[in-house]
């Protein structure tokens, strides 16, 4: 049984996920100030702090100010106990329910209820169960109404007044899911089943060196890898990608031991292979053809974050403190941090990598080109790509050159059902495609 102190609390700068019934939404905890919207309902969040995860807490009415949509309400957040979450049913004490819904007439007046009527409820601060309980009494069918129609009334309508918030940390899973709701987009269409492939297909643990290139998935990809490697392990993580600063918003919100996190080593793919192969003396000029992208790091312009990620990497030039320097003058400056990651991670290219982990927005056939010679024999290589016809030209590519054998291209199709007595069903809403993998070993 875990004890009080391994329960992991809410703390300044972590990121939260607040969950409002089936919503999901990812926050930043990074201030006292902070605050949270959820549709038209503002959340101050200093009442978190210190906070189990996993807590439930009810939203109280403090302002309410108007808007061009509507009333924007903001509230506090009161802790609260799970016994207050009883369904409305329970709390209503409904029994009583019709044979089936033949006579009754959707014509709009069942409900004898104004919007002002209900408005000036929830001015005047009243729970959710109270508003259902009038509005259930001022309904001339709710009793006519089948058990099934009668939860699904209910369950509309406690969506429309839920007052309780619970506070998750975050997950791959939950963070994925919010991801993929939000904007597919920015996680270039990976979804969960997809996400679990890659991981299984590239083989990553807690031992070993494995690389990966991705073009943007807000951080996913890298903190999937990583939190597969686990804390406290020997594996390593060279995180190759086409900017100046790395995608790492999912990476932070896990929180992982630091440790774990110097583990993963953001490199820029052109400024590292240039590294790689030319080194400090620049002995070696021919590179594996790569096409350039306008955002390859300059030697001579220190990394900075852009506004979209502003924490993604910390600023390289600082002024130094005065205990740094000696009689209080500045001490000479070391190099721009990109250079010493890229000195990290090519003394890993040469000793060679376990897998291949490649999920390009871009043709992959020139990255793969530039990549597959730093793997080892034997070892596996995953591609992912939202287009089949690019797969396709990489699968008879590979094939000729011999480079990679069992070549597979799969494209996942994923139904989600609902699960409910005498009524099992797909779900309406589903997404017809999640992109292509393309999976193989290295031959030498």
Not at 147 to 156: F, T
Not at 414 to 430: A, C, D, G, K, S
């Amino acid at each position: 049984m875990a004890t009080e102190e391994a329960i992991p609390r809410i703390q300044l700068g972590d990121y939260i996920v607040i969950q409002r019934q089936k919503y999901t939404k990812l926050q930043k905890f990074g201030s006292l100030d902070t605050t949270a919207t959820l549709g038209k309902e503002t959340l101050e969040l200093k009442s978190l702090l210190d906070q189990p995860y996993g807590s439930t807490f009810k939203m109280c009415v403090k302002e309410t100010k108007p808007g061009k949509r509507g009333a924007q309400r903001q509230h506090t957040l009161e802790l609260c106990s799970e016994t207050e979450l009883r369904s409305t049913r329970e709390v209503l004490g409904i029994s009583s329910s019709g044979a089936d819904n033949r006579d009754i007439c959707d014509d709009g007046e069942a409900q004898t209820l104004k919007p002002e009527d209900i408005a000036q409820l929830r001015e005047e601060g009243n729970d959710s169960s109270k508003i259902i309980e009038k509005l259930v009494e001022n309904s001339k069918t709710f009793h006519n109404r089948t058990e099934y129609s009668q939860e699904k009334y209910l369950l509309k309508k406690e969506k429309k007044y839920f007052e309780f918030v619970q506070i998750r940390q975050p997950t791959i899973r939950l963070m994925l899911d919010i991801f993929y709701r939000q904007d597919s987009e920015k996680v270039m269409g990976i979804r969960v089943d997809t996400l679990s492939q890659i991981i299984s297909y590239s083989g990553v643990c807690g031992f070993g060196s494995y690389l990966l290139y991705e073009s943007g998935t807000n951080g996913l990809l890298p903190a999937a890898m990583l939190n597969s490697i686990g804390a406290g392990t020997e594996g390593t993580l060279v995180h190759m990608h086409p900017g100046n600063v790395p995608q790492k918003q999912a990476l932070l919100a896990l929180k992982l031991p630091l440790e774990q996190q110097q583990r993963c080593i953001s490199v820029n793919l052109y400024s590292v292979l240039r590294e790689f192969y030319q080194g400090e003396e620049a002995k070696v000029t021919e590179i594996p053809a790569v096409e350039p992208s306008e955002s390859e790091p300059q030697e001579t312009q220190p990394e900075t974050p852009t506004e979209e990620q502003p924490e993604a990497v910390e600023p390289i030039t600082k002024k130094p403190k005065l205990d740094e320097s000696k009689n209080g003058r500045e001490g000479a400056k070391g190099p721009p941090r990109w250079h010493l990651e890229n000195k990290r991670a090519t003394a890993l290219m040469h000793a060679e990598f376990d897998s291949l982990v490649v999920a390009a927005k871009e043709h992959p056939s020139s990255i793969l080109h530039a990549l597959l010679p730093l793997v080892k024999p034997s070892r596996p290589v995953v591609v992912f790509s939202t287009c089949k016809e690019l797969l396709q030209e990489t699968f008879m590519e590979l094939k000729t050159t011999g480079k990679v054998t069992g070549l597979h291209l799969t494209s996942n199709w994923l139904r989600t059902y609902q699960i409910l007595p005498n009524r099992t069903h797909p779900e309406v809403n589903m997404s017809g495609n999640s992109g292509y993998l393309l999976t193989g070993y290295t031959l030498r």
